[in-house]
């Protein structure tokens, strides 16, 4: 398993959403800069964020991003579904009902399910506020003198 750069650019945009929020909205341009993350490349994932309701827009001078809900609300898991799909192991558990015709007699499907089990829990035990007060935690103790 491996977590696309959409998946983990969507993470540092909504972090940085958060961490900026003033209630405006913010240009891509700005989130551009601070991430080092080209605008082109941004446009695809909110795009894709925002069909999920995640994020809210306006165009024009004044127009950009922000978050749609609290980012105590924001689920890691979902939005890393959104932009990866699932996080199955293998195909036959990407259905809710394994539809293998192996199922009943696979000698590994207790293992695959079990791996699958721990991501889902991992991935769904973090909120996007979580990951902001671990950033500004680490940044509380990042200083040189």
Avoid at 68 to 77: D, F, L, N, R
Avoid at 80 to 99: V, Y
Avoid at 134 to 143: A, G, I, L, N
Wanted: glycine share 6%; aromatic share 10%; hydrophobic share 30%.
């Amino acid at each position: 398993m491996k977590v696309s750069t959409k998946g983990r650019y969507s993470l540092r945009l909504l972090i940085d959403l958060a961490e900026h929020n003033t209630g405006e909205y913010i240009p891509l341009k700005e989130i551009s800069e601070r991430q080092n993350i080209s605008v082109k490349y941004l446009e695809q994932i909110v795009n894709q964020l925002g069909k999920a309701g995640y994020l809210n827009s306006v165009r024009g001078p004044q127009g950009g991003y922000k978050l749609s809900k609290a980012p105590k609300e924001y689920i890691i898991g979902d939005i890393l579904r959104i932009m990866e799909g699932s996080f199955a192991p293998i195909s036959c558990l990407q259905d809710t009902k394994n539809q293998c015709e192996r199922y009943n007699e696979c000698a590994t499907i207790s293992f695959w399910e079990g791996l699958y089990e721990v991501i889902d829990d991992y991935i769904n035990q973090f909120t996007l506020q979580d990951l902001v007060d671990k950033h500004t935690e680490k940044r509380k103790w990042d200083y040189t003198i």
